[in-house]
């Protein structure tokens, strides 16, 4: 019986309580024009951070397309364009290959018995034949 | 349709389509609920009520990518009671809020109040789980499944903590 008593009372004071915590009501601070001001210092936020994202992303693609493109921009003029190539050089069947270009090899001049002719000498020769052929 | 009419998952979808009315209709709906919960779980009125301001500029991000996996408003309670954490570690309270005096107050208290206040104490000094039950179930008055979808956790769940936390207040209210 007192067990029963005491078990009522506990629920009339829970019911009190209740009654008591669901008539409170938020202060007019928590949706006051503060809030609504953060709510949009936070979305111009976003919209800015997401503009940057969006520029930063498009430059990342301008620089990548270029790492792409200038690699081959600059090996033609360098192998092809800038290297003149010596018309009419006596050769002895130097080879190019797009890109490349291999020197000739030392002429073919008649040698006649006895000639010697040191190392140091064909190289001279050899550089002498192509500042000629360069004018 | 206006946007008071809307249940609360189709004005999420209403602001995820940039409708910020939809947002402040979210705001107006739950904002008395939420700053209740914050001051069970926060030391003062006004750090509920900036605990529950931050939940509403936190829901700015956390609704736009909302997946609908769960109701929106355990959406908002779990961000609530991640922010009451944080505030709490920030600023630990001995005591929580209200902890009203149990022993016989002024004149004019009359003996319910007494009992009421007997009674805040005695919930709020109940483990966190129990303790929360006791706030979504018994004073919020939301029904079994709506607690659980809030708490995350099985009806069963509900029901055992709550049994629970009427068992402890029984035995400590004789």
């Known amino acids: ?135 | 349709m206006s946007t008071d009419q809307l249940d609360d998952r189709a004005l999420v979808r209403a602001f995820q389509r940039g409708d910020q009315l939809a947002l402040q209709q979210l705001v107006i709906r739950h904002q008395d609920r939420l700053f209740r919960l914050a001051r069970g779980w926060l030391a003062d009125e006004s750090m509920a009520a900036d605990a529950t301001q931050e939940v509403f500029v936190r829901s700015l991000n956390g609704l736009t990518r909302f997946r609908f996996g769960a109701e929106p408003f355990t959406w908002f309670y779990q961000t609530l009671r991640n922010v009451c954490r944080e505030l709490n570690r920030a600023k630990p309270v001995a005591e929580s809020f209200e902890q009203i005096d149990p022993a016989p107050g002024p004149e004019s208290r009359t003996i319910a109040t007494d009992h009421m206040a007997r009674l805040r104490n005695l919930v709020d000094a109940l483990p966190e789980r129990q303790r929360e039950v006791v706030y979504l179930r018994i004073f919020e008055g939301m029904d079994v499944s709506a607690t659980a979808r809030a708490m995350r956790c099985r009806a069963g769940t509900v029901k055992a903590l709550l049994s629970q936390a009427r068992t402890r207040l029984k035995a400590q209210w004789q």
Do not use: C, Y
Request: net charge negative; charged share 20%; aromatic share 2%.
């Open chain 1, 1 to 135: 019986m007192a067990m029963n008593q005491g078990s009522d009372a506990l629920e009339q004071a829970l019911e009190s309580v209740s009654n008591d915590w669901r008539s409170t009501h938020a202060p007019a601070a928590v949706a006051d024009d503060q809030l609504w001001l953060r709510l949009n210092a936070r979305r111009s936020r976003s919209v800015t951070t997401t503009r940057l994202a969006m520029a930063a992303s498009f430059l990342v693609a301008v620089v990548s397309v270029l790492l792409i493109a200038l690699p081959e921009t600059k090996t033609e003029p360098l192998t092809l364009r800038s290297v003149s190539i010596p018309t009419g050089v006596p050769s002895s069947g130097g080879l190019r290959t797009p890109g490349r270009l291999i020197a000739p090899t030392i002429p073919n001049t008649p040698r006649r018995a006895g000639d010697v002719f040191a190392p140091d000498e064909t190289r001279e020769n050899d550089d002498s034949m192509e500042t000629d052929d360069v004018v």
